[in-house]
């Protein structure tokens, strides 16, 4: 057992060390902590008497984090969203210079400007809408229409299943011939990504000092 033995020991208790420290933060990231006044029904454990300790849970609406459009619509299933895309086609076409329907072609429709499809005639609800349809917009407006664009023609109640949504704009994003790029990453899902990396770094690193750890006993074995 030489110098190099123990290098190689001392590379796994820091491999370690790292590991147990990216999993310590990865878990304060996923499962956060509450004081005890944010206790509430849903980040309990056990059924609690809320009455008997003299307070109910907090009927305070928590707003969940912006969507992730980077992550998600990179990961979702396109196929999926052509085959939801099916429940669309009575009203709009999706092919590269397809004509209007009831509604119009969405070729292209990602970062589009809203109502400007050329020789399709837009309720005044959506005339009087500005800006492009960007991910979060077109989310809003197939996920609740006539609560994104009140007044609008499009009788669509609006798709409330957020994968199945979110795998249709992905679908919808594929109808380019240069589709829109996706946004950069949030900072909470970027720290996820680089705590898991450095879980990953830690564990080849220990995976290999633990081999050559192995080889090394062999060798030693094999002098004997």
């Known amino acids: ?21 990216a999993i310590t933060e990865l878990g304060h990231l996923l499962v956060p902590s509450h004081a005890a006044h944010e206790l509430t029904a849903e980040n309990t454990a056990y059924p609690v008497d809320w009455a008997a300790i003299g307070s109910g849970p907090s009927t305070e609406v928590v707003e969940e984090g912006p969507t992730d459009y980077g992550l998600v619509l990179a990961a979702a299933d396109i196929g999926a ?13 999706f092919n590269e210079g397809g004509a209007n329907g009831v509604g119009p072609n969405l070729w292209g429709i990602v970062n589009a400007d809203i109502a400007n499809h050329a020789g399709f005639s837009y309720s005044a609800a959506l005339e009087g809408l500005e800006g492009a349809w960007t991910y979060a917009a077109l989310d809003a407006f197939i996920e609740n229409p006539s609560g994104y ?5 499009m009788s669509f109640r609006g798709l409330g299943n957020d994968d199945t949504r979110l795998e249709l704009i992905a679908y919808m ?10 946004p950069a990453p949030l900072a909470d899902t ?17 995976e290999e000092v633990v081999e050559h750890a192995d080889d090394a006993g062999e060798d030693h074995e094999g002098e004997h």
Do not use: Q
């Open 81 to 93: 969203g052509e085959r939801a895309a099916r429940r669309c086609a009575a009203c709009h076409t």
């Open 173 to 182: 994003r594929s109808l380019s011939n240069n589709p829109a790029p996706l």
């Open 149 to 153: 664009a009140s007044g609008t023609a």
């Open 190 to 206: 970027a720290s996820l990504r680089a705590v898991d990396d450095a879980m990953g770094t830690a564990m080849e690193a220990v």
């Open 1 to 21: 057992m030489g110098e190099l033995f123990w290098n190689k020991v001392a590379g796994v208790v820091l491999a370690t060390v790292l590991g147990v420290l």
